[in-house]
């Protein structure tokens, strides 16, 4: 049997293959064939619909939302399958059963088991199509999630549902996180481009559509398609609402309103915007799980983690990790990490398909120090140094380059001492290397 490294490394064989022959400048549409994930899925016997499932897609909160209904579940009773992307630093963190990774053994042996089936999928498939690699991560968590009996699946989509492996599932209900724009090169170049390849996780069948509160013009598409298909819409703003009452590094204390209930909460997740994320899965929560309790959602959210969104890692100096890839997800970083009131240095590394401009505009005349870096993950793209370093010299003279990212963690630290507070911010590549960095070279425990 193989290590786990050339297990994984075999999950992205097909893909490899395909990418000499995908004429470029393709959006996912055109590129992408989620049928093949299908194929495979009910060819190793597994159902699309049971256990029953959602579905969360969206910008910006999809990964933090799913751990939140994820432990909601939980408490509420239900063994909860929870699939998420892309992982921090171990691939077993993309499937979890009650919180649980799945055991990198186990991952290796159900890689082994699948692999049969890919590569007779592969073999009959034309040289610029692929079998997604997350199809495959999904049908091998499918399969540790059968066996292990589970009786709820909550799965994050990749970046949209439209032409996304994972939404080839029957989900009973659909999640909208916040759209904005991203991914314009893969999905279109409108906000509504983007809008209509996420918001097709919402299928014909489904019990409800719970979304945050959108802009307008995504509002009145999301509306227009939930009334074709006759899906139940739950938005925010209009049928539920979040109230924050106080938030900082320990998380927030909102106020939460339907026609089922008006109560308060706390989410021990950092971030104002963590409070909304709760809200959105309490709105949901209440539906799959009729009469459910104040106190149970409470012990849902108290149970919730998600490493890598305004995580805070103890000791001198403090470091803040945040995922924020563009300038509204950086103005929630902004407002937490300001309100300590200690001196910022701040790594900031967004690749260029993201908004990276905005965050350097948000985030760095807030900082001591800047430094733009790269991460690791050699498959991603960054903005030219110079380029860079142009734009955030127009909001801090006190901002530096390098593309060697252990430098850059090195320097803050530094900088920082006993006095400062470090913050790394982006791409979660390079929150990746910020954990392992942490947990190496500092001695620190960073949660799971």
Known sequence: MVDA???????YHSYVL???????????????????????????????????????????????????????????????????????????????????KIPEAQLIRLVDKVMHNVDKIQ?????????????????????????ENTDFHVLECGRGAMSDDVNVMANRWSVLTPIMFEHQD???????????????????????????????????????????????????????????????????TFKYQS????????????????????????????????GISDDVLQAGLDSARWPGRCQLVAGLPPIILDGAINAESAEYLRELVTAGQ???????????DKDWQGVIRTLAPEGEIVWLTNASNNSLVFPPGDEALAEGKKYNSNIRTTQDVADAFDEAIAA?????????????????????????????????
């Open 5 to 11: 490294y050339n297990a994984i490394k075999s999950i």
């Open 18 to 100: 395909a990418q000499p022959n995908i004429a470029p400048g393709l959006l996912d549409i055109y590129k992408r064939h989620p049928g093949y994930s299908r194929q495979l899925l009910l060819e190793l016997g597994l159902s699309l619909s049971q256990p029953p499932s959602v579905l969360i897609t969206g910008s910006k909160g999809k990964g933090s939302t799913s751990t939140i209904i994820a432990s909601i579940m939980q408490a509420a009773g239900f063994k909860t399958g929870l699939f998420t992307g892309p992982h921090l630093v171990d691939f077993c963190e993309r499937v979890r059963i009650n919180w649980q």
């Open 123 to 147: 073999g009959s498939i034309p040289e610029d199509h692929y079998l997604g690699p997350v199809g495959t991560v999904l049908a091998i968590a499918l399969l540790w999630f059968k066996e």
């Open 186 to 252: 893969y999905l279109g170049p409108t906000l509504l481009d983007i809008a209509a390849n996420k918001i097709a996780v919402v299928k014909s069948g489904q019990e409800l559509c719970v979304s945050y509160r959108q802009p307008p013009e995504v509002t009145v598409l999301l509306k227009s398609l939930c009334r074709a298909v006759k899906v139940p819409l739950k938005l925010g703003g209009e049928d539920f609402s979040v109230g924050v009452a106080s938030t900082g590094l320990e998380g927030s």
């Open 259 to 290: 026609l089922l209930r008006k109560s308060q909460f706390h989410i021990p997740l950092a971030g104002r915007f963590q409070a909304f994320n709760a809200g959105v899965a309490i709105a949901l929560a209440e539906e799959v799980v009729p």
């Open 342 to 352: 200690k001196p910022l240095y701040i790594v900031l590394g967004v690749p260029a």
């Open 416 to 448: 920082a001492g006993t006095g400062g507070a470090v913050v790394v911010a982006g791409t979660m590549s390079l929150l990746r290397d910020a954990k392992i960095y942490i947990q190496s070279k500092l001695g620190r425990e960073c949660d799971e």
